[in-house]
């Protein structure tokens, strides 16, 4: 199918959001119906991203499928969207993924669950306009869009202590995204000085030259925040908490999406914008991926509640991710795409089951069952050692 002509990366962030105001703005009477409408919204998305996939050319570098229009020209910002192999698997598996979070959470009880659903195409828009932008701007404001709804699914629907989760997560992430902001506005004003033009084309930032001294700063100010959103050690304390109190959904679009778009957003940004800086810390971050890989399995073990043992599994494995990316090879840039999607599938079915094996007092998915829970060797006490023991009482 010819899709040169339709604006499919527009469509996929912007149907959702679509979808998501008609279910704001419309007073329901029950839940079944917003249900039902962000389902069949989610599903148009799975459907343009079967469409796009079928439509890319491997053969290609070249970024395709290119949308560019003004946003704000007087500050150099524009409307640029783009698809290439690293951000190509990125959208479709949220858009396979979404439909199935939406799915675990149908027999959900609390409040406004129109709301509940709203937010989900939310995130689901955010989550994609990050894989498809390449203007930094208008990728800052989805990095931004995105963890909007995910403070509000955590913090409205979620656990007993979501409130503690939902200030840990935010303090963490807004901490990172402030950095970063200050990174692309120094990075914008040096383009600026070298070329005499303001933009924000990631395209053209990429030939930026950054002088010695703001080097090191601004890398580590786009590397913190990348860091945060992985979440790669020391920066992962956030991860437990909104983990174990997100309800079923959150929790599978925060292992299964959310962590994704720091490991896309190291070989999109930070690699290509600070190459010597990266080649010079990589022992540093590859240190610090092998100790998230090991402290994230140790304290797995040690966990009794399904869900942080879920979330320290995730730990360890982004740190696989990160230190694959790091080791400045063919097979370790490539590799990382598919070891993504995999654990993306893989923590997401985790988190799928988890209401079939949890005991309610324990954690709170709808729909769990007990009886099956009690049966299972409990992880804590099945698997747990004085090593992990001791690493539990060091994890905050």
């Known amino acids: 199918m010819d899709v040169s002509n ?5 469509l996929l962030v912007f149907v ?19 249900k039902v409408l962000a389902l069949l919204v989610s599903a148009v998305n799975l459907l343009l991203s079967i469409v796009l996939f079928r439509s890319f050319d491997p053969a290609s570098s070249e970024m395709q499928l290119v949308e560019r229009a003004d946003w704000i020209p007087e500050l150099g910002a524009g409307y640029f969207l783009g698809v290439d192999g690293i951000s190509l698997f990125m959208v479709m598996i949220t858009a396979f993924m979404v439909p199935l979070a939406m799915l675990s959470s149908w027999d959900q009880g609390g409040r406004r669950q129109d709301l509940f659903y709203g937010f989900l195409l939310l995130l689901e828009a955010g989550l994609i306009g990050i894989f498809l932008a390449l203007d930094l701007l208008l990728f800052y404001v989805f990095w931004e869009v995105m963890l909007i709804p995910m403070y509000l699914l955590v913090g409205v629907w979620g656990g007993a202590n979501r ?28 383009h600026h000085a070298q070329t005499g033009v303001y933009t924000f084309d990631i395209m053209k930032l990429y030939d930026t030259s950054i002088p010695p001294h703001a080097l090191l700063p601004m890398g580590l100010a786009f590397f913190v925040a990348f860091s945060v959103k992985s979440p790669l050690f020391p920066f992962h304390t956030w991860l437990p908490d909104a983990h174990a109190e997100a309800p079923v959904a959150g929790a599978v679009d925060i292992t299964g999406l959310l962590i994704k778009t720091g490991a896309y957003a190291f070989l999109r940004f930070l ?5 010597e800086l990266s080649i010079s810390y990589a022992p540093v971050v590859v240190a610090l991926a092998l100790i998230a890989n090991l402290y994230g ?11 942080r043992l879920i979330a320290y599994a995730s730990v360890s494995h982004v ?20 070891p993504s999607c995999a654990v993306t599938c893989a923590k997401a079915s985790n988190m799928l089951r988890a209401p079939w094996i949890i005991c309610p007092k324990r954690m709170s998915p709808a729909g769990c069952a007990p ?7 409990k992880p804590g006490r099945a698997m747990s050692s004085p090593l992990s023991r001791h690493f539990q009482r060091l994890s905050i």
């Open 319 to 338: 740190g696989l991710v990160i230190l694959g990316i790091f080791v400045f090879n063919v097979q370790g840039i490539d590799g990382p795409r598919m």
């Open 163 to 190: 409130r503690y989760a939902t200030l840990k997560f935010i303090i963490y992430t807004m901490g990172g995204s402030l950095l970063m902001l200050v990174a692309i506005l120094a990075l914008y004003f040096f």
């Open 16 to 34: 959702p959001v679509v979808g998501a105001a008609v279910i704001f703005l419309i007073p329901w009477r029950d839940d079944f119906l917003p």
């Open 297 to 307: 399995a140790i304290l797995a073990t040690a966990q009794d509640d399904l869900k």
């Open 271 to 275: 690699l290509p914008l600070f190459p």
């Open 371 to 377: 009886s099956l829970f009690w049966a299972w060797p």
């Open 6 to 10: 339709w604006p499919i990366l527009s």
